[in-house]
């Protein structure tokens, strides 16, 4: 793990994109700041430890991502990491399986 981005106790260092609650659903997410610009990383981290305290609202303040897109506005890019495809948007799409069955 000595090349990972991320180590046992630090935070993920931040690649660019950001996120920001919408100020309709501050509400739902007590900790964080609705309206102010926040690394995409720092905000995931957020969710899961908000998801950790009270597992009942997964379904409300996680969708298919965990940062819901009525929920946040998004803003940059990220590099993606070395052996990742370029045309996909997300890291997680990196792991789906290509749309041609292969």
Known sequence: ?????R????AIEPRG??????TEFGYLYPGIE???WVPVESLINQVVTLLYGDPDKSGVIT???LLREDHFEFRGSSRR???WPDSLSRMSDASA????GR
């Open 63 to 65: 969708g298919s991502r």
């Open 34 to 36: 609705a309206g102010a």
């Open 17 to 22: 994109r950001e996120a920001r609650l919408r």
């Open 7 to 10: 180590k046992r106790g630090k």
């Open 1 to 5: 793990m000595a090349g990972s981005a």
């Open 81 to 83: 990491p070395q052996g």
């Open 97 to 100: 399986a290509p749309k041609d």
